[in-house]
């Protein structure tokens, strides 16, 4: 299997966009941030506009925000809007593939591992992946204001 370079950073970018979704960030914050090149992530950013999952704005106050809430925007989303297809096989869909004699059943194999790859991406929200908010640090402050 493959994961390609435009999937990971489209993930990635979404990722750092979701950590504060009130505030616009920059093509260049989110490539430094994530260690991306960054014409490579301003193309990527390109596909995901046009997929609805980002949105942007032009001018000093600027920047990409989420196109809609990061609980349900899926990796599969993410991947289909840069790649199309999950899985192919010498660049073309599993759909219609058929093979003769004792390789038959092997078709059948490969859409199944998409078909699980999809549903493990279908299932994972951007949110899902954010790190849970400090609540530990929030309860000791709360522990400490009743000791005193």
């Not at 490579?40 to 000093?60: M, N």
């Not at 004792?102 to 992946?129: C, F, K, M, N, Y």
């Amino acid at each position: 299997m493959h994961i390609s370079a435009k999937a990971d950073y489209a993930m990635r970018a979404l990722l750092e966009l979701a950590r504060e979704p009130a505030r616009p960030l920059t093509c260049e914050a989110v490539a430094s941030s994530q260690q991306i090149p960054f014409r490579f992530l301003k193309s990527v950013v390109g596909e995901l506009r046009r997929a609805g999952l980002v949105r942007s704005q032009r001018g000093c106050e600027g920047g990409y925000w989420l196109g809609r809430p990061a609980d349900e925007i899926t990796l599969l989303d993410v991947a289909r809007a840069v790649d199309g297809e999950l899985i192919t096989l010498r660049g073309e869909s599993l759909a219609g593939l058929d093979y003769p004699g004792p390789a038959s059943g092997l078709p059948g194999v490969w859409r199944q591992v998409e078909a699980d790859a999809a549903a493990v991406l279908g299932g994972t929200t951007i949110a899902a992946l954010l790190p849970a908010p400090a609540e530990a640090g929030a309860g000791a402050e709360l522990s400490g204001k009743g000791a005193a």
